[in-house]
């Protein structure tokens, strides 16, 4: 392996009281924050005009979400069931999304189509506008799923963009208390989805635990560090990085079941997204998928990426 590896990981300890065990998404600035993340990527990263593009996404849904009312909820016996029983109450399988999600889209590409964008981007940004809702529900309740293979490719982002904010505004209605840690404590105790990284937080009570977060929901819940959140395995963990290239970003990695989950040290770089970094550090996967690892998410936006 290139990268450089760190058999235990630095600063492993969790600090003070137990920490509150969800931190629900705070909807006032998440995609404007990313926005401003893909713009500072962009200078560094290739293709630049797809970093661009993604931060071009990331404000069109800021704007969405900014006029979003609140969403409808179930009722609070369904949402006491799922604390019951440890299931995720907005789980793509369980919760049908009403179609507040396809407004969500249309002002999404109404932003994106008074951008600046390259040809490709734009002639993307028309098919999708001309698609008939049949089709964007069947896309979209794939790409919940995490499947992409009968999706327009370019038109991916922009379906995937709407849900987010559909997702990060129904969890942000939620109450944290209410909320319980599956049987699978590795998916996000919201929406069921598996994280796209983990965060090691730096601020005030928080500082020095792990809080993974949710690609959909944008919902962070607390894990335990040197601990596989794929398989629960506390033995066989490693942690890579490349070099030359951003250290606060390492790779734990798990022997037992081969699988792999990006952390975030936000102690060292303040600065990284979850989402913006996973698309930013791509080099880490390559790294990683010839050494045989593999993730459970796809890297964030990747498969629209040029070829
Ligand atoms: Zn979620
Ligand atoms: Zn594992």
Redesign the pocket.
Known sequence: MSGNSYPLEPQAVEFGAPPPFVRLPDVSNLFAKRSERFVQLASTRQPAGFFLLLSHLAKAQHRALEELTSLPMPTASYLEYCRENRLAPFAPDMFKPDTAWLSVLSRVLDELSRQDLTADASSAVRRARQLDRAVLQAWGSAIVRGIYEPVDRQVAPFIFGALQVYWAKLASQLEAEKISRLNAPGDCPVCGCPPVAGRILAEGQFRGNRYLWCNLCATQWHLVRIK??????TE?IAYYSIEGQNQAIKAET??????YLKLMYLEQDVNLDPVADDTGSYALDLMLSEQGYHRRTPVSFLFAAPE
């Open positions: 596989c959140s794929n398989c629960e395995s066989g798990c022997e037992k079941c081969k699988t």
